[in-house]
């Protein structure tokens, strides 16, 4: 029976070390959404992990966007955010890469006026930079506004040398507002 007795009190004690060590971790990986994005039919988000005791997060953004029936972006990318203040809250900044794969179904008239489609598809870089701010709660709540610019490289063009309305080289931007919840 004293067996038993202190067999209980050491697995208590230990569970409770364990819970109170569990309390004080940091809060390491994050996982949000931009709800911005859902007003141009974006449908982003990211997934996260920070790393150096708060100082830095590598940051795995990614996109889907539609904005026409005839066009479609997928893309994903790599970010490092480095935080100001090394807590992995307040002012971040930081360098970028984003892979985008497209597809573009380009109507067009050959020369007897007879309509075709022809289906373009690539890949695009956009290397840049963003700046934001990450507010976090105790409960894992977090949100992250966030603003950049990058330039795109690659071009969307047709046959015919007609270029897309979106996605094509030259300067981009971003803004978002990062919902999400930290573990």
């Known amino acids: ?40 039919n974006i449908y982003s988000g990211h997934y996260g992990v920070m790393i150096n005791d708060g100082a830095g997060e590598l940051n795995i953004p990614f996109l ?16 490092y955010r480095f935080y100001k203040d090394r807590n992995g809250k307040g002012v971040f900044y930081g ?25 373009v598809s690539g890949v695009i870089f956009t290397p840049g930079a963003e700046i934001g701010y990450r507010w976090s709660w ?4 977090t949100l992250a506004p966030t603003i950049g610019a990058g330039f795109t490289i690659g071009e969307i063009t047709a046959g015919d040398g007609t270029e897309a309305e979106y996605g094509s080289g030259g300067i981009s931007w971003s803004l978002g507002i990062g919902l999400a919840y930290m573990w």
Do not use: C
């Open 1 to 40: 029976m004293m067996k038993a007795a202190a067999a209980v009190l050491v697995v208590l004690v230990l569970l409770s070390g364990q819970s109170v060590a569990e309390e004080m971790s940091t809060k390491t990986h994050i996982f949000g959404v931009n709800p911005l994005g859902l007003v141009f």
């Open 64 to 79: 889907y966007w539609s904005p026409i029936d005839e066009y479609t972006l997928f893309g994903v990318g790599v970010k």
């Open 95 to 119: 360098p970028g890469l984003r892979v985008l794969s497209f597809t573009w179904d380009y109507d067009s008239f050959d020369e007897n006026y007879q309509s075709q489609t022809e289906e």
């Open 138 to 141: 105790d409960n894992g709540f």
